[in-house]
């Protein structure tokens, strides 16, 4: 009896020390909670919704795309580094071809491996219509930012040529937002499609749908957990395929939390770790809590963008200058709590493409005054102008008390300014439309803010002929022959010192000649849990979460 | 009983078309391009007219219409654009997450209500009454996503005694009822009952003062009864109208506020509609709205035969 009462005992003490340990490792499992801004888990099949910040949480970390943007910097420009190719050039004969070698030994989630055939493959999926996966729903978020990407074509298992419309040396700064999707998984997921299922396009789309719900890129996360509009659960991809990337985290959990005093509630409250854009009135508390709040300079612009119309107030520089002289932007910043960056044109100084402009923007009243008396008008004879503006949206930070600030400020210097405030995703689709449509309802500036990641994006959309509504973004029509051969000549400058020296020449025209009236630059500001160790908030849109740890 | 009930099942069906109809054309009236998810702003006008191909947006309205509600009659609302997953499925599980929601927070409205109703009109004119009536305004006059808000701040922030948002400390997908996950309900329950407990307690205290003041509670006094039989009889009268109240109560709660689902992120069908609004996405849209309407429709014809059932009355007439 001693004995089995002996050996139960045993027994006992070898299960309790089993499930302690069990419990202590679980309870040691490093997990950082992050609550976005974005309404729902952006998509997770490797062509990101929810704008730069899917690419920031479900692109980023769970995929790797051929080039990337180098985010291991707080003081630098974010550059182009090598992804998942190690190196590329240009064909010297035909300028439309991009040869680009891979890197070898690369392994997605599920296993297969990473080659010539998936990049074709994952070009195919938004550029081939005849192909199996192609996805509609994909080609939207990712062919705009790669405008001139025709075809890719393996040469071997591990170089891969891309075929462009025209001489592009944007392409490869282009290639950051085209996420490599494991085609051996979807393919897995096709072939567990229901045989009922006889259209080859539901078919597909279908598959998509069970890829988005168990994806398999080649990130530094896999995906572990994934609830609908509610939460999404990364683990660690410890064969990751960069030692240097290699999560020191063991799970990540993204919940989406569209309201800003729910999200810093939670972040109070200690429900998670980070939440991107806290409330800007609740900064203090959150920084006397004994958190931190991160912030850095964005490539995000806050302007007007001024129509260039016939009959617009705008067509004169001087009037342009005077706008750009009027605005108190250290006062804006103040009534921000500090959360923006004083531009001085689309990027700052020391930027690659700076170009050391000749006009410099900055504050001067008596300055704004005297170019507007020459134009013609003072106080008793102010300039009417009106401006659509939106009462809220993703990227417009705090629109209506900034821009009633703005008002106030160029009033000083003569401006009358008016406003017309419409619904966000209406200001959204008039921008596509131009300030010659209907849609602009009078008005000769629009304020849509945007990312200014790429040469693009940046400052080709805004400035060439080719780009004017419905094409692409030159909402003004701002429509000039010297921008145009700038933009050629950037566009067909192949080395990167050369492109970028191309680049500046475009950036300081366009701060000389004034298309917009730049108000401020976003901060991207994001409140962490001082647990959060290894952050870095690089001068960009993404941030890289791999190099984190938690306490 | 069984004709009263086959007329107004028959009359639901002309309503949930015109329900149908109307919810279809509300959302596309709306400005706004419904391909805004899928589309960044910069995509070409090529780019832009493929998609509407691809998406069916290209076809006229009544095209659009006929072949969406011949797929809703079957059980398919589409799918939703931004996620392309299928809205009946996404709508259900929101449905299910307001229902639990709406459930708690109307029984604790009724409760309250209920209570502070009978009180008022039993005890009216006394300080008992003033107190009850007070509240109960403090109920429907306080904007509630504001009051959610102060909970938040009080009880997650200050205090941290319960969560600030979410499902349950894993989404709302593994659910059990253990305190883990309840505590996650309080703070939106209680948010959410305030309305209906005002509501319920301004009807019922002005019920139960007519209610006695009629004759007939006036022969039950002189009869000898006592106040709790009394008190038992006015309840049974005042039931109807007050299980009427509850009803459309519990519908308007069903509907799920977007307002508070979204200030403390509870995956409903409020904080559904918030994204399917902002992100434009129609199928999604339009199918949650379809599912909402008919949920009341329905809700007020189950009103209407318990009435029946409780008022014999009601069906003569």
Not at chain 1, 429 to 445: I, Y
Not at chain 1, 449 to 469: G, H, L, Q, Y
Not at chain 1, 494 to 522: C, S
């Amino acid at each position: 009896m001693f004995n089995t009462f002996a050996k139960k005992s045993w027994l006992a003490l070898g299960v309790s020390t089993f499930v302690f340990g069990l419990a202590s490792a679980q309870a040691q499992e490093k997990v950082l909670r992050i609550a976005m801004t974005a309404a729902d888990i952006p998509r997770t099949l490797g062509q990101p919704d929810q704008g730069f910040e899917g690419n920031r949480f479900t692109g980023i970390p769970m995929y790797d795309a051929l080039t990337h943007w180098d985010l291991s910097k707080a003081d630098a420009a974010s550059v182009l580094i090598p992804g998942l190719a190690s190196s590329w050039a240009v064909d010297a004969k035909d300028k439309t071809k991009w040869v680009f070698k891979l890197r070898s030994g690369v392994k997605f989630h599920d296993g297969s491996s990473f080659n010539a055939d998936a990049v074709v493959w994952n070009v195919q999926k938004v550029l081939d219509k005849s192909a199996a996966h192609f996805d509609p729903s994909q080609i939207g978020v990712t062919t705009s930012r790669m405008p001139t990407l025709r075809s890719a074509r393996k040469i071997d298992d591990l170089t891969v040529e891309l075929t462009t419309s025209e001489p592009d040396s944007f392409l490869p700064l282009n290639l950051t937002n085209l996420f490599m999707a494991s085609p051996a998984h979807w393919n897995a997921k096709l072939k567990a499609v229901p045989a009922s299922v006889t259209d080859p396009a539901e078919r597909a789309k279908q598959a998509w749908a069970a890829f988005a719900a168990d994806a398999s890129g080649s990130g530094p996360f896999k995906m572990a957990r994934f609830v609908p509009r509610e939460r999404l659960e990364l683990v660690a991809n410890k064969a990751y395929w960069d030692p240097a990337r290699t999560p020191k985290l063991d799970r990540v959990v993204l919940v989406p939390m569209p309201e800003a005093n729910a999200r810093t509630a939670a972040l109070l409250s200690g429900q998670v770790d980070w939440i991107e854009a806290p409330a800007p009135d609740a900064v203090a508390q959150i920084k006397q809590r004994g958190f931190t709040v991160y912030t850095n300079a964005q490539p995000h612009v806050w302007p007007w963008q001024l129509s260039f119309a016939e009959g617009s107030p705008w067509l004169d520089k001087r009037v342009r200058h005077a706008a750009n002289l009027c605005v108190d932007r250290e006062g804006l910043q103040k009534l921000l709590g500090g959360m923006m960056a004083i531009p001085k044109g689309t990027v700052p100084p020391g930027h690659p493409w700076w170009g050391n402009p000749k006009f410099d923007i900055k504050y001067d009243v008596a300055a704004a005054r005297k170019l507007m008396a020459d134009a013609g008008f003072s106080q008793g004879k102010p300039l009417k102008v009106k401006i659509q503006i939106s009462a809220s949206g993703s990227g417009q930070m705090q629109p209506l008390p900034m821009n009633e600030f703005v008002q106030q400020s160029l009033k000083q210097c003569y401006f009358d300014v008016d406003f017309d405030v419409i619904e966000w995703n209406t200001l959204f689709t008039n921008w596509r439309k131009g300030a010659k449509d209907p849609s602009a309802n009078g008005a000769n500036a629009t304020n849509v803010s945007f990312a200014a990641m790429d040469p693009f994006f940046a400052m080709v959309r805004f400035t060439s002929s080719k780009t004017v509504p419905p094409t692409s973004n030159n909402w003004g029509y701002f429509v000039n022959k010297e921008f145009d051969d700038l933009i050629g000549a950037a566009r067909t400058t192949f080395d990167d010192k050369g492109r970028d020296a191309a680049l500046a020449k475009l950036h300081a025209r366009i701060v000389e000649e004034a298309p917009f009236v730049w108000i401020a630059h976003d901060v991207g500001p994001r409140a962490m849990s001082a647990k959060v160790k290894g952050v870095v908030q690089p001068r960009s849109w993404f941030i890289d979460i791999a190099p984190m740890s938690i306490q | 009983m069984f004709q009263y009930i086959l007329r107004r099942v028959l009359l639901t069906l002309p309503i949930m078309l015109g329900v149908s109809l109307v919810c279809f054309a509300l959302v596309h009236l709306a400005p706004g391009d419904p391909l805004v998810s899928v589309l960044p702003p910069d995509a070409s006008a090529a780019l832009q007219e493929q998609l509407r191909q691809l998406y069916g947006f290209d076809r006229s309205y009544p095209e659009q219409f006929l072949s969406w509600i011949g797929r809703a009659i079957q059980g398919d609302l589409g799918t939703s654009i931004a996620t392309n997953r299928p809205v009946t499925a996404e709508v259900m599980r929101a449905v299910s997450n307001t229902f639990m929601l709406a459930c708690v927070a109307t029984g604790i409205g009724f409760l309250l209500g209920s209570l502070f109703g009978f009180v008022a009109g039993y005890f009216r004119n006394s300080w008992i009454d003033r107190v009850a009536t007070a509240l109960s305004v403090v109920g429907v006059s306080v904007p509630h996503y504001w009051l959610g808000m102060v909970l938040v701040i009080i009880f997650s922030s200050i205090l941290m005694w319960l969560p600030a948002t979410g499902a349950g400390p894993g989404g709302s997908s593994d659910w059990t009822w253990d305190w883990e996950h309840m505590k996650h309900l309080i703070l939106p329950a209680l948010t959410m009952s305030v309305i209906p407990m005002g509501i319920i307690a301004r009807t019922l205290r002005a019920l139960v003062a007519e209610i006695l003041a009629q004759e007939f509670v006036v022969g039950l006094r002189a009869k000898g009864m006592r106040d709790l039989h009394i008190f038992l009889h006015v309840v049974k009268n005042a039931a109807p109208t007050a299980l009427a109240v509850m009803g459309l109560q519990l519908g308007y709660l069903l509907g799920g506020s977007i307002l508070i689902e979204t200030v403390f992120s509870w995956p409903g069908t409020g904080f559904l509609l918030n994204s399917a609004i902002f992100q434009r996405d129609l199928p999604l849209l339009q199918g949650t709205i379809l599912v909402l309407a008919l949920f009341f429709v329905v809700l007020n014809l189950l009103v209407d035969i318990i009435q029946s059932a409780l008022d014999p009355r009601i069906q003569r007439s």
